[in-house]
């Protein structure tokens, strides 16, 4: 089992910017990769960004590229997202995922960012 606290959300202004962390806990050697989906009022749950634990590769959905940067402390098991120039369409709820080599996945508990206009 792995398991996953997030940190960070909160409210900002369009434009500002936000980190959120989330520390990984229990059966980390398991992990394949992190990254970090969002859910919006009323809509389905999203991919924002992934990264493979081992070489570090990254992955963003398109309307994030360019202002979120995700990374990650493997010494520490937390993987952080960087969001800038943030804007009111990024208001959602913001869960940590992991996967494991097993590809089962693990979920935090999801942290709010509200972005204002």
């Known amino acids: 089992q792995v398991q996953l606290v997030e940190s960070g959300g909160g409210l900002v202004q369009a434009g500002g910017s936000l980190r959120l962390s989330c520390a990984a806990s229990?059966?980390?050697?398991?992990?394949?990769?992190m990254g970090w989906f969002r859910q919006a009022r009323e809509k389905e749950r999203e991919f924002v960004a992934r990264i493979s634990w081992s070489g570090g590769s990254t992955y963003y959905a398109d309307s994030v590229k360019g202002r979120f940067t995700i990374s990650r402390d493997s010494a520490k098991n937390t993987v952080y997202l960087q969001m800038n120039s943030l804007k009111p369409e990024d208001t959602a709820v913001y869960y940590c995922?992991?996967?494991?080599?097993?590809?089962?996945?693990?979920w935090g508990q999801g942290t709010q960012v509200t972005v204002s206009s």
């Open positions: 995922n992991a996967r494991s080599l097993y590809t089962t996945n693990y």
């Open positions: 229990g059966r980390t050697s398991s992990l394949a990769s």
